[in-house]
Nanobody, 120 residues
Framework: QVQLVESGGGLVQPGGSLRLSCTASRSIFSNSAMGWYRQAPGKQRELVATITSGGSTNYADSVKGRFTISRDNAENTVSLQMNSLKPEDTAVYYC??????????????WGQGTQVTVSS
């Protein structure tokens, strides 16, 4: 049974902070690069941040210096600390697990999404 459980979304004032968390099943998490994506109204889903199983991170330019992705392999959890939030950060945020099944084959799993709203 594959489950990605997200928490931490909500309404926040500009300049405020939120922390998103996502927990996946151990069998998926331990063999996955993890990431956070977001989709704003009328926009395509975009990558926010990723972290490999080894801890290598990547960020969208729009969030560099403000957001931090981390993972706790013992807890099977990936988190996204969001600081200095802006109205343009408003979106549904999705947790993603990219599972390596074979040497060149991956499979993606997604959370259901959590709404982040930054008021203006």
């Amino acid at each position: 049974q594959v489950q990605l459980v997200e928490s931490g979304g909500g309404l926040v004032q500009p300049g405020g902070s939120l922390r998103l968390s996502c927990t996946a099943s151990r069998s998926i998490f331990s063999n996955s690069a993890m990431g956070w994506y977001r989709q704003a109204p009328g926009k395509q889903r975009e990558l926010v941040a990723t972290i490999t199983s080894g801890g290598s991170t990547n960020y969208a330019d729009s969030v560099k210096g403000r957001f931090t992705i981390s993972r706790d392999n013992a807890e099977n959890t990936v988190s996204l600390q969001m600081n200095s939030l802006k109205p343009e950060d408003t979106a549904v945020y999705y947790c993603n697990a990219k599972l390596r099944i074979l040497a060149t084959t991956t499979r993606n799993y997604w959370g259901q999404g959590t709404q982040v709203t930054v008021s203006s």
